[in-house]
């Protein structure tokens, strides 16, 4: 298999085909701009690919970025918004 989306010939995509092509009554073409990006997107996913493949320079990657993402948590978030944005501490 390619990895593409097959209805067997039953043509059941082809509304979803079609409102995203060429829109339909009730929206413009592409309105969630599912098309906009995804030369980027097929480009970034097949460059993950390739790095996956070489597992010890992909886990280095995987590290650095966790290291690197900063503090960050949830219970930090949630007592910053009652404090600055529902003022409710």
């Not at 990895?3 to 979803?16: A, I, K, P, Q, V």
């Not at 060429?22 to 990006?37: C, M």
């Not at 590290?63 to 219970?75: P, R, W």
């Amino acid at each position: 298999m390619d990895g593409s989306l097959s209805d067997g010939g039953t043509g059941m995509f082809r509304e979803l085909y079609n409102s995203i092509l060429e829109g339909a009554e009730w929206h413009p073409p592409d309105v969630y701009f599912l098309l906009h990006d995804f030369e980027s997107y097929a480009d970034a996913k097949l460059r993950a690919l390739t790095d996956y493949a070489d597992r010890d320079a992909f886990s280095q990657k995987c590290f650095l970025n966790a290291v690197s993402s900063g503090y960050f948590s949830s219970d930090r978030t949630v007592k910053e918004y009652a404090k600055e944005i529902w003022k409710i501490i």
